[in-house]
């Protein structure tokens, strides 16, 4: 019993984002190589063809490839057992990216410095806030000419809304970058560059010893002081709470890829969080040290290994212990299921698992019954977690298959990749499934959708935009959908659950519709 509750309260799982190219893929490394998963770096696949294949949708298979080997690592490090979750960086996928985070108990944001907040670091910010779970920033690439450290901190307060502690403060950048002063322990680590490709050195020197203005150089030494002096008198105290509830977003500067600073980074991050949280369901919070099993689907991806054309769901698991063989219930189907062959991934392989505890996120094969969303749990408890909301699309098409003989395996695909998530589906009201709807958040998806139904569904598809740019689900008491006073461009249509919509060619018609229409009201997306 106090080996359970101690592999509970040990278990960290957060996910890392970043716009493109700031050092995620470069950060993770460096977790991975203090936990000892990897033997050097490297070794985190897909990076390069990650970027390749956001330029270059036909290489999808390779990127879903990565999305897979990294979308979850488990490692670990002083004693902790850490589960990082990776998020898309391309902005196409930031429903993918929410529901990655509906998995984490807190984020990691990596900004490049010399750049600051940019654009997609705004986009997955957004979707953290959404959660209200806590932001640590890492301020990466100090070894290269960075912008002022109070106009990066500026930055992200004004841009991303969140207040920042500075838990460390750096000292100069790019070739007069000399390390970083810690301010809770009142000393410098100091950075020696070994060159490219290679660790940095740092050493430790207290605020009071005499070496430190050698080491910093009298301008360098003076700034710090003053420096010390600003924060100390112009920041609010550091406030725990206010982190763990995402108010406050500690800040570290570092260099990942000369390995400056993420030691410490982690460190501070592992105490600053907290152990799995407990969710909410419908039979309200379920406490991770419970022993009873449960868990949610955050993730679905078919066809990872298009030899055994297999499709693995994604779980979360929220309280208790999973063992292996163990039977549980699945609540959205009814029925009891067992888990076949539940997987974690180490640094990029996959490894059967024999236990796993809340916190941990397998992966365990779908014989096409689970949706995103959907709980399960042990069999003596019934109950449902919150759902992942659906996103509204932005963009639609009218798709039909080429060939009508192939309609078996065009209603399959886009009905698995709808229940992927990869696609949202619609249909005319009362319609059947010979042409539909498909309603995505970002344009790339209708390239992922062609180019995997022809490949793992043999099926050709003709596609014709739509004009279509706002979707809002109808609810409303009273409301009859096909009574409504709409103006003659707006489309009524129903998804796959049977919730009804409307389809919009511009803003301006939504309010239309809410002035002629008494008691209607217009949901932006779907729980
Ligand atoms: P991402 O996953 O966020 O997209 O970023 P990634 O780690 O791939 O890093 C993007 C580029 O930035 C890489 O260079 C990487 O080496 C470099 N980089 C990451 N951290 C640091 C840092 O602390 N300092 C410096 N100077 N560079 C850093 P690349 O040339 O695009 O790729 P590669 O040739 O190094 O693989």
């Known amino acids: 019993m106090a080996q359970f509750t101690k ?29 000892g998963a990897i033997a050097s770096a490297g070794m985190v696949k897909g990076k390069k063809s990650m970027k390749h294949a956001v330029s270059d949708w036909m290489e999808i298979e390779k990127q879903r490839g990565i999305s897979v080997t990294s979308s979850v690592l488990q490692f670990e490090y002083d004693g902790y057992c850490i589960n990082i979750l990776d998020t898309p960086g391309h902005e196409d996928f930031s429903e993918d990216t929410y529901r990655t985070l509906m998995a984490a108990d807190s984020a990691v944001m990596v900004i490049d410095a010399s750049k600051g907040v940019e654009k997609q670091t705004i ?42 502690y500075p838990i460390n403060w750096p000292i100069g950048s790019g070739k007069s970058f000399k390390g970083v002063y810690e301010r809770d322990q009142e000393r410098v ?6 060159g490219i490709g290679h660790e940095a050195d740092a050493e430790i020197t207290a605020m009071d010893d005499p070496k430190l203005r050698d080491i910093l150089g009298d301008e360098l030494y003076n700034n710090l002081m003053d420096d010390r002096e600003l924060l100390d008198g112009a920041g609010g105290d550091f406030d725990l709470d206010l982190v763990r509830h995402g108010k406050l977003s500690p800040v570290f500067f570092g260099s990942a890829l000369t390995n400056f600073g993420v030691e ?10 907290t152990s799995p949280l407990p969710r909410q369901s419908d039979a309200g919070e379920v406490d991770p040290f419970s022993e009873d099993f449960s868990a949610f689907v955050f993730k ?4 990872m290994n298009k030899a055994h054309r297999d499709r693995i769901a994604f779980m979360r698991i929220c309280s208790g212990k999973y063992e292996k063989g163990q039977e549980v219930y699945h609540v959205q189907g009814g029925r009891k299921v067992k888990l076949s062959q539940p997987q974690q991934m180490m640094a990029g392989d996959s490894e059967i698992v024999d236990e796993a505890f809340a916190g941990d996120i397998i992966g365990v094969f779908d014989p096409g019954v689970f949706s995103i969303g959907d709980t399960v749990c042990a069999s003596s408890k019934r109950f449902q977690f919150e759902g992942i909301p659906t996103f509204a699309p932005e963009h639609f098409c009218l798709v039909r298959q080429k060939d009508t003989m192939k309609r078996k395996q065009f209603v399959k695909g886009t009905s698995q990749l709808a229940q992927e998530g990869a696609i949202q589906i619609f249909q005319e009201i009362d ?39 706002y979707i809002r689900w109808v609810s409303g008491e009273n409301v009859d959908i096909k009574t409504l006073d709409i103006s003659s461009d707006t489309k ?36």
């Open 189 to 194: 680590l100091s950075f020696t560059y070994n």
């Open 492 to 527: 009524r249509v129903q998804d796959l659950k049977g919730n009804y919509l409307l389809l919009f060619t511009n803003s301006w018609n939504i309010q239309w519709a809410l002035d002629h229409n008494d008691g209607l009201e217009l949901q932006e997306f779907s729980r």
């Open 300 to 303: 679905i991806q078919a066809n």
């Open 123 to 164: 986009k997955l910010f957004k979707v953290c806030m959404m959660r209200d779970i806590p932001v640590f920033t890492f301020i990466n690439k100090m070894d290269r000419e960075a912008r002022d450290p109070y106009e990066l901190m500026t930055d992200i307060e004004n841009v991303l809304g969140i207040r920042t």
């Open 264 to 273: 410490p980074f982690l460190e501070n991050f592992l105490k600053m969080t």
């Open 431 to 469: 319609g059947g499934m010979e042409e539909v709807i498909v309603g995505v958040v970002g344009t790339l998806q209708f390239d992922v959708l062609e180019h995997r139904l022809k490949n793992e569904y043999g099926v050709d598809i003709i596609m014709e935009r739509l004009p279509y740019q």
């Open 7 to 35: 592999e509970i309260e040990n278990r960290r799982t957060f996910a890392i984002i970043s716009h493109p190219d700031a050092g995620k893929t470069t950060l993770t490394e460096k977790f991975l190589l203090y936990g």
